[in-house]
């Protein structure tokens, strides 16, 4: 059986999320191999050292960003931690190469960017036979260094057009380029929606009106405090906010009196159900997010910021070169949107429902594939040692 290690961290979630998805599709698939989830923050700290000394790990402060919607300047901040990445390489190289050496996979997937020349210089130490493949799990690159490293002989899987085109244009041989329907979703996500008279229950139970739009409103799994403002401004709009671990904003907003019916909910699973009970949604432009919301069927609106990530720049022209729905800068300018939005309701949905994203099978194929090839080169390596001198 081989041993797939699949790496990820908690950085802004959709890494884990991708990780979990692919793992999950595999048990769903019966493939034969043994799928591992690989927590590259406990392997670079496997002690906890940074927690203990400042109280948190390091994925906090820049998921507690993302929750206040504080995204100015991690432009900036990013070549600050890709210049303290290149300086801590060789340390980084070694506790990599001493974890494959002892976990010995067949195959290593890293949904992370960043790390991944670090990644493989560890792993080809460690495991020289052992296949490497980068899942970009944003929409695009954003060049040098984040998601794409040119000169590994690696395999890079790209979701959108424009990500295969970045890695061509970076110099990575068209072979080692995979194109995949789109973001890898959960398998939950795949699923047929749900049936129209189970959607008129669901919606009269949450108070929810069952012939008019509703709009999903969700910011991640901690919510944000954007959406008390987004309540306020589109009074008039049945909505549905997801909080996720947020209790505070979800009592804020039960609490709140607008003249539409509106309902908040906290932390599930489920988004797929909650999806389906929606007709359009509205939230950051994160790729998982939007993505999500496409495969379910939902025209999006995102709220983009000047100071959006700068891997999720692409993201918005993405909904708007396909669409898929609307982009607006200001929570101020959200009345209007959906107004648009709403008087083009039926023909934002056909353009969403025409998009097919298989992407959590396709990769399941490219990893197939991979080790195939792996298995190959062996043999071909085998049979050449025992051809006579």
């Not at 989830?37 to 906090?60: C, H, I, M, Y």
């Not at 008039?236 to 539409?260: D, M, T, W």
Request: glycine share 8%; with cysteine; net charge positive.
């Amino acid at each position: 059986m081989k041993t797939i290690d699949l790496v990820y961290f908690d950085a802004g979630g959709g890494h884990r999320a991708a990780a979990q998805a692919l793992q999950e599709a595999a048990a769903l698939q019966q493939r034969p191999w043994r799928v591992r989830l690989v927590n590259l923050t406990r392997v670079l700290d496997a002690q906890s050292s940074f927690r203990r000394l400042t109280g948190f790990e390091p994925e906090d402060y820049y998921n507690l960003r993302l929750r206040r919607g504080w995204t100015l300047g991690l432009g900036q901040e990013l070549k600050l931690l890709q210049m303290m990445i290149r300086l801590g390489h060789a340390p980084m190289v070694r506790l990599l190469q001493r974890h494959w050496q002892r976990s010995a996979p067949d195959l290593v997937v890293s949904l992370v960017p960043n790390f991944n020349r670090a990644l493989f210089e560890g792993l080809r130490q460690a495991a020289p036979q052992a296949g490497y493949i980068t899942v970009l799990t944003d929409l695009a690159d954003h060049p040098p260094h984040f998601w794409i490293e040119p000169r590994q002989a690696q395999t890079f899987v790209c979701g959108t057009g424009r990500a295969v085109q970045q890695a061509l244009q970076a110099g990575v041989p068209p072979q080692r380029v995979h194109a995949t329907s789109g973001m890898v979703l959960r398998p939950a996500f795949h699923a047929p929606p749900m049936a129209p008279a189970e959607r008129a229950a669901h919606r009269r139970q949450l108070g929810l009106p069952e012939d008019r739009p509703l709009g999903l409103v969700m910011f991640g799994g901690h919510g944000s405090v954007q959406m008390l403002a987004i309540a306020r401004r589109l009074d008039e709009v049945p909505l549905l906010f997801a909080c996720g671990h947020n209790v505070a904003l979800r009592a804020e907003l039960q609490a709140l009196r607008r003249p539409a019916p509106h309902a908040a909910l906290g932390f599930t699973q489920d988004i797929p159900q909650l999806m389906d009970l929606a007709d359009f949604f509205i939230g950051k432009p994160g790729p998982g997010s939007l993505s999500e919301a496409v495969q379910r069927g939902l025209p999006v609106i995102a709220l983009a910021p000047t100071g959006v990530m700068p891997q999720e720049r692409y993201n918005v022209q993405w909904v708007r070169d396909h669409g898929l729905g609307l982009a607006v800068r200001t929570v101020r300018a959200l009345r209007g949107a959906t107004a648009h939005l709403l008087g083009e309701l039926p023909a934002y949905q056909a353009q969403v429902r025409a998009r097919r994203n298989e992407a959590v099978w396709e990769v399941l194929e490219i990893i197939a594939q991979e080790l195939a090839a792996g298995e190959a080169a062996v043999a071909r390596t085998a049979q050449g040692s025992r051809q006579p001198g």
